[in-house]
Structure formats: structure tokens, C-alpha cells
């Protein structure tokens, strides 16, 4: 894209921007939908996918059975301990009351209370036999609540096991996975950029180029929000990696344009005055100037001194006079100022 100097032409290439501006986030726009309405090619897997089904589900059940027996045995436990408490105070009243009685009997010594000596004494035993079985019934209650919890514990440790294998197939799974996205990513986008990288290289000055930059813009932006967030990350190696290779190929690029723009600078420079000056296009030569440039190398020159005709870097003629009135002139404008005369007629004559 040469300078435009003219007024309306400057106003046109703005607007002409504008429309490679719109133009690619129509482009956007229409690559978002598409990618929206793609199926969706990937199942998202949990731990469930890759466990040994048959025995987690045993061992699960176990838990469940335990955790059931656990807490029945906890509600029986409770009731058990309020029989024990009840036969405990039971008997111990009764040692309590059997005890006042004897002091009173050894007070009194009366031999027809022997019969009534035994009779409390066999209650005091049945009621202390009470005690103990109440105790025994807590106990095996304690033992089955005991029996539950371990078993509960191994079963649990079973289902870790299990767990951790799993998780194991999970992680591997979820990478190949990531890998596949970015795959289906890499084979929408690369096409993109590829076009986007010949249009680049070969019609970003053409007549169309609103369209061309339009669609280079397209695929950079596809490039950097559909496929630079789903690269595979393997602990930020392949980040980098990309970065280096795509800093690379720019640096490359670079480096050779401004090779081959030195090279055909010295083989301009080479040539003589007259055939330069046709090679330069009237309005980049305009635009130089105005930038206080030698048209020719690009150099800066002094252009309000008026001893300088030529560019003291590379030689061309930058003011001559004119052929009809023989004013002093830029030598790449058209008509001389002062009468007119075209400067092309001068020139061939
Ligand atoms: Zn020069
Ligand atoms: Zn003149």
C-alpha cells in the first residue's frame, strides 16, 4: 500500500480499513457459530468411567451394610445401657435396704427372722444376676458396633484402592483427550492460517486487500482464542515450545524482508538517475520528500538548503531546472511551478 496523498483517497483507504475491520468479525462471528454447533465429539469422563465396577459396587455395599449394622447397633446400645443403669440402681437400693435391715436385725437378735434373712438374700442375688446379664447384653452390643466399625474401615481402604487405580487411567485418559481437542482445533485453524499466510505474503497489496487483511485478521484471531487456549500443557513445555518455534519462523520472516529490501535498495541505488526515478511511484516519492527523505535511499537529506541538487547518499537528482523558464525545481514533481511546463517534455527533449 503506497502513501495516498490526496485528500479523498486518504478519507477512501480509511474507510477501506474499516471494511477489512467489519469484514473479519463477520468472519468471527460466522467461525464461532460454526464451532458452536459442531457436535460434541468429546465424552467428559469421571472417576465412575474407569473403576473396577463390580467390586467398587461390592465394596460399597458393604459399607453401606456396616455403616446399617453400626448404627443399629448404636440405638440397641442406648437402650441396653438404660437396662443397665436401672438394674444397677435396682440392686444397689436393694444391697442399700438389705444392709439397714441386717443392722437392725443384729440390733434385735431374733431367731424367727432367719426365713426372711434367706428370702432377701435370694432376691439380692436374682437382682445382682440382673446386673450382669444387662452387662453382658451392652457388651455384645459394644462387639458387634466394634466388629462393624473395622470391617467398615477395611472395606473403605478396598474402595481407595480401587479409587486410585482409576484416578490413575483418569489422568491418562483426560490428557489423550486434551490432545484429541486440540487436534480437531489444530485441523480447523492450520487451513486458516495458511491461507491467511499466502494472502499475507502474496495479496495483501492487491486491489482486494479490505478482504485480504479482513481475512488475516479472521485467522489471527482464530488462531489466538480457538487454538492457543486448548494447547496441551505437559507441565508448560509445549507452551513454550510453540512460542520459540512461532518467535522463530516471525524472526525469519522478518530478516529476510529486510535482507531483500537492503538488496534491492543497493541494486536501485545501482541503477541510473532516470531509471530510479521511474521505478519510484510519484506519490511515495511525495510522501519522502515531506518527511525530509531522500526518495531515492530513504536517508535523510536537507531539503531547504538550496546549494543541494542531489542526494549525498546515493546520488539522485533531487532539484533541477526547469527546461522553459529555467527556475529551480523538485526534480519529481510534474510541472514546474513557476510556468507550468510539464516536466516530462523537458525531460524527452
Ligand atoms: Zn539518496
Ligand atoms: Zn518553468
Not at 465394596?59 to 446400645?77: C, F
Request: charged content about 25%.
Amino acid at each position: 500500500m503506497s502513501k495516498a496523498l490526496r485528500l479523498s483517497e486518504k478519507w477512501f483507504r480509511l474507510a477501506l480499513w474499516l471494511v477489512a475491520f467489519v469484514f473479519a468479525s463477520f468472519l468471527i462471528g460466522l467461525g464461532g457459530t460454526v464451532v458452536e454447533n459442531l457436535p460434541k465429539v468429546e465424552h467428559s469422563y469421571t472417576l465412575e468411567d474407569f473403576i473396577d465396577k463390580d467390586a467398587a459396587n461390592t465394596t460399597r455395599a458393604a459399607i453401606r451394610a456396616t455403616q446399617e449394622t453400626r448404627q443399629a447397633a448404636d440405638e440397641k446400645l442406648d437402650q441396653e445401657q438404660l437396662g443397665l443403669n436401672k438394674a444397677q440402681a435396682d440392686a444397689a437400693s436393694a444391697r442399700e435396704t438389705f444392709s439397714n435391715w441386717l443392722a437392725t436385725r443384729h440390733a434385735t437378735q431374733r431367731a424367727e427372722q432367719d426365713p426372711e434373712l434367706i428370702a432377701r438374700t435370694r432376691e439380692l442375688d436374682r437382682l445382682k444376676a440382673l446386673e450382669r446379664k444387662a452387662l453382658a447384653r451392652v457388651e455384645a452390643q459394644r462387639q458387634i458396633q466394634l466388629d462393624a466399625q473395622q470391617a467398615e474401615q477395611h472395606a473403605q481402604q478396598e474402595l481407595n484402592k480401587l479409587e486410585q487405580a482409576a484416578s490413575g487411567k483418569l489422568g491418562w485418559e483426560l490428557s489423550s483427550q486434551e490432545l484429541r481437542v486440540f487436534g480437531y482445533r489444530l485441523a480447523l485453524t492450520l487451513p486458516l492460517l495458511g491461507i491467511a499466510g499466502w494472502l499475507f505474503a502474496k495479496k495483501r497489496k492487491s486491489t482486494w486487500w479490505p478482504f485480504v487483511w479482513g481475512f488475516i485478521y479472521f485467522a489471527l484471531f482464530a488462531f489466538f482464542v480457538e487454538l492457543v487456549p486448548y494447547l496441551p500443557s505437559y507441565g508448560g513445555y509445549v507452551r513454550y515450545v510453540v512460542g520459540i518455534i512461532i518467535t522463530v519462523l516471525v524472526g525469519r520472516y522478518a530478516i529476510l524482508a529486510l535482507n531483500r529490501y537492503l538488496e534491492k535498495q543497493k541494486l536501485a541505488e545501482a541503477l541510473p538517475d532516470v531509471e530510479r526515478r521511474k521505478e519510484l511511484s510519484y506519490d511515495t516519492a511525495l510522501a519522502r520528500l515531506a518527511k525530509k527523505v531522500c526518495p531515492g535511499c530513504e536517508r535523510p537529506v536537507e531539503l531547504t538548503n538550496t546549494t543541494i541538487d542531489y542526494c549525498p547518499h546515493c546520488g539522485i537528482c533531487l532539484f533541477d531546472h526547469c527546461g522553459g523558464c529555467s527556475a529551480r525545481k523538485s526534480a519529481f514533481s510534474r510541472f514546474c511551478h513557476a510556468c507550468g511546463t510539464s516536466a516530462r517534455e523537458t525531460a524527452g527533449s
